[in-house]
């Protein structure tokens, strides 16, 4: 299995920031990585697939970057709302596997 | 509008069975590969199994952890999905949400193992 190990754990940061949440591959993923987001008892939202496609709805102060092993979530300026666990999803090869997630809290 | 709804969780005994239930409308079902994704604080997001259209003869797929014990199967006349659970154990213990190529999502069921 691919294993994607997912940094860091916990983020504190401020409304405004920009943050960044990494994702490395154990092997490469040929870009088909998603992101999604996670509020307290609320299901996984997609807000980026295969690596830089922004879903539909989703705010574009979110970005995805990356290739082969090494992978990057980017919000541009916090909002109050982002706050929130962030995962990672390699569905290049069976079986897909997430990310162990990013708690993102408020500095 | 795409929907998902999950139902079937419970606490049940290690050993037992249980049976989950994703009732879906909004979308054409009949053509969609479906998924079953579990989540803890232990392990995580897990993938668990998914089922593909008939056009595919319906074919299922399992990760190591619930092959032999979970069985996935599909209603297209009722546009559900379904997760029949044998010889439970503790480590099953999630939420367990079913997903369509991982864009939408329900709100869960938990499943809790436990004497």
Not at chain 1, 33 to 50: C, D, F, S, T, V
Not at chain 1, 60 to 86: K, V
Not at chain 2, 42 to 61: D, H, Q, V
Request: aromatic share 12%; proline share 4%.
């Amino acid at each position: 299995d691919i294993q994607m190990t997912q940094s860091p754990s916990f983020l504190s940061a401020s409304v405004g920031d920009r943050v960044t949440i990494n994702c490395k591959a154990s092997q490469n993923i040929n870009k088909y990585l998603n992101w999604y987001q996670q509020k307290l008892g609320e299901a996984p939202k997609r807000l980026i697939y295969n690596t830089n496609n922004l879903q539909t709805g989703i705010p574009s102060r979110f970005s995805g970057s990356g290739s082969g092993t090494d992978y990057t979530l980017t919000i541009s300026s916090l909002q109050p709302e982002d706050f929130a666990t962030y995962f990672c999803l390699q569905h290049n090869s069976f079986p897909d596997t997430f990310g162990a997630g990013t708690k993102l809290e408020l500095k | 509008e795409v929907q998902l709804m999950e139902t079937g969780g419970g606490l049940v005994q290690p050993g037992k069975s249980l049976k989950l239930t994703c009732a879906t409308s909004g979308f054409t079902f009949s053509t969609a590969w479906m998924n079953w994704v579990r989540q803890s604080p232990e392990k995580g997001l897990e993938w668990i199994a998914r089922i593909k259209p008939k056009s595919t003869n319906y074919a299922t797929e399992y990760a190591e952890s619930v092959k032999g014990r979970f069985t996935i199967s599909r209603d297209d006349s009722k546009s559900s999905i379904y997760l029949q659970m044998n010889s439970l154990k503790e480590e099953d213990t999630a939420t367990y949400y079913c997903t369509i190529l991982y864009v939408y999502w329900g709100q869960g069921t938990l499943v809790t193992v436990s004497s």
